[in-house]
Nanobody
Framework: QVQLVESGGGLVQAGGSLRLSCAAS????????MGWFRQAPGKEREFVAAINWSGGTYYADSVKGRFTISRDNAKNTVYLQMNSLKPEDTGVYYC?????????????????????WGQGTQVTVSS
């Protein structure tokens, strides 16, 4: 059974940093794209960042220059380093993974491209 488990969320003041982790089990994702999405209260889930199988990275405009996505294939884990956090970054952050390997997308921000999802971790940024 495939599982994605997020961790690292919490409460932080504006300008602070957090590092989210997403540990996968049940299969390896080293050759698959993985991504992070978030959902704020009352809003739809939105794309944050993605990393493809060859290490290419993609970001929402709202987080470019502040967030960095990375992966450790040996640990089957993807990370999201979040710096200079803003109150509008508040939300539940979800990890996602594609079931297919060695695939390039035209749009890594489409949730439909991902087949596995974690339960989410809460990030709250206070002003």
């Amino acid at each position: 059974q495939v599982q994605l488990v997020e961790s690292g969320g919490g409460l932080v003041q504006a300008g602070g940093s957090l590092r989210l982790s997403c540990a996968a089990s049940g299969r390896t994702f080293g050759s698959s794209a993985m991504g992070w999405f978030r959902q704020a209260p009352g809003k739809e889930r939105e794309f944050v960042a993605a990393i493809n199988w060859s290490g290419g990275t993609y970001y929402a405009d709202s987080v470019k220059g502040r967030f960095t996505i990375s992966r450790d294939n040996a640990k089957n884990t993807v990370y999201l380093q979040m710096n200079s956090l803003k109150p509008e970054d508040t939300g539940v952050y979800y990890c996602a993974a594609d079931s297919l390997s060695f695939r390039y997308y035209s749009n890594y921000g489409r949730a439909e491209e991902y087949d596995y999802w974690g339960q989410g971790t809460q990030v709250t940024v206070s002003s």
